[in-house]
């Protein structure tokens, strides 16, 4: 299984930007997908999940300002950011759950820089 995620790079506030998470070796069909964030100093944490079933949860700190979607014809994962702020950045991770056996797999993670 590989995850390869992209899109991060540097952008003001109040910008938007596309991260995208390309997944192999693993039926998405069977996953559950999320994003998470680790700022420096921070802990990671959840920003995006997608379910098996489609249902979606957010962080509060990103609701109405995020997107998470499945494209599963690509095999892609992608996390839409907009109205972006300088808490948001972080080097952001994907990370696919095989739901029958549980087990975690996690893609590169990719820096977001959002300058105020």
């Known amino acids: 299984v590989q995850l390869q995620a992209s899109g991060g790079g540097l952008v003001q506030a109040g910008g938007s930007l596309r991260l995208s998470c390309v997944i192999s070796g693993i039926n998405l069909s069977t996953c559950a997908v999320g994003w998470f964030r680790q700022a420096p100093g921070k802990q990671r944490e959840l920003v995006a999940h997608?379910?098996?079933?489609?249902?979606?949860n957010y962080a509060d700190t990103v609701k109405g300002r995020f997107t998470i979607s499945r494209d599963y014809a690509k095999k892609t994962v992608h996390l839409q950011m907009n109205n972006l702020e300088p808490e948001d950045t972080a080097v952001y991770y994907c990370?696919?759950?095989?739901?029958?056996?549980?087990?975690?797999?996690w893609g590169q993670g990719t820096l977001v820089t959002v300058s105020s």
């Open positions: 990370k696919v759950r095989r739901l029958v056996s549980r087990i975690d797999y």
């Open positions: 997608v379910g098996r079933g489609g249902d979606t």
